[in-house]
């Protein structure tokens, strides 16, 4: 079967040249980065040119960069890693990724208060309402850069200003927007930011930390000397360096990339709204190119999801089913979308490989979808 592939919210395809990056490391330039002998001199070289790379893509110095096994380790080492004192607190949005909602849950298990921030109906964190939240006591605040079901891009730099103001660290996780949209960690002002590969067409399973020099935070996994020290455990390399190429292609690409999903996502909309889908867009104005989550009157995302994957067409949903009830996302409650909508919830993601027929094929099969499931016409 064809496939058509529009859930890049979720992973995306391995970039070509990044793969062929990789592949040396792999099979050639094999030696383990921290040994001292001649063979291992090109991983080390790599290693730290990777560095520089991703350090320069994200405005940061390389020192600042701690590769880690993806975006859900990022965020983890975090919070976790974040030197909470005793009755210190932390402050989250309602709407963050299970890898900081989990993390923040088991600090929660040890003691610690965990505030919650409400978001508004486009998903968005107020800094005013983080200014009546935060306490004395908050030593960390952490809210994404941009939400992965409705796409919002959240107003980080003032919310980190805000944190500033009351001597509390700021983290961000940025898995959705590095790669996607400009990332600069001294414009924003964080103290940490999460990253994943896999979300700008590298391989999966690797990201990084960016921790500003001289941020409080503990080493997260011990062992050997690796990461500065902080993060133990023999560099993959091959990973590593495909991640870089990855990261600097879609930076060079993302006006150009942009351009061209804003199209295709235009072309979506309009062939809906004509198809006579009664549907409402979630999300603020500012989200991240090619993220559509759309609510649709009176349907059923799961079941929408399954239909269109027997047609090869791959989609995200913002409810799941269980065998009795529908659960709606913790996203889709947050942002408070009508009832009758919030069980038609889905979310397609386009990304640099689709393209508008694409486009206009999903459109017709989800109006074609509802009209057998339904009574649409
Ligand atoms: N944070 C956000 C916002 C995400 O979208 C994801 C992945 O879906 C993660 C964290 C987890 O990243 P990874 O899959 O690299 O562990």
Sequence with gaps: MEYIYADNAATTKLDLDAFEAMKPYLLEEYGNASQPYAFSRSAKKALREARITVAECIGALPEEIYFTSGGTESDNWAIKGALINDGGNIVTSQIEHHAVLRACAALERFGHQVIYIPVDSAGIVHPKLLQQLITDNTQLISVMMANNEIGTIEPIAELAKVAHNYGSMFHTDAVQAVGHIPVDVKVLDVDMLSASAHKFNGPKGIGFL????????????????????????????????????????????????????????????????????????????????????????????????????????????????????????????????????????????????????????IAKMIKEILKISSNYN
């Design 210 to 361: 960016y921790i500003k020099k001289g941020t409080d935070i503990r080493s997260y996994i011990d062992g050997g000397a690796q990461e500065f020290g902080m993060r133990a455990g023999t560099e993959n390399v091959a990973f590593i360096v495909a991640m870089a190429v990855a990261l600097k292609k879609n930076c060079v690409q993302m006006q150009r990339t942009e351009a061209r999903i804003l199209q295709i996502e235009q072309t979506f909309l309009s062939a809906l709204t004509e198809l006579g889908v009664p549907f409402i867009r979630n999300g603020a104005g500012n989200r991240i190119p090619g993220n559509i989550s759309i609510s649709i009157r009176n349907a059923n995302g799961e079941m929408l999801l399954h239909r269109l994957d027997l047609k090869g067409i791959c989609i995200s949903t913002g409810s799941a089913c269980d065998s009795k009830h529908t659960q709606i996302s913790h996203v889709i409650k947050a942002i408070a979308v009508p009832e009758e909508y919030a069980e038609g919830t889905v979310r397609i993601s386009f990304g640099r490989d689709n393209n508008i027929d694409e486009a206009l094929k």
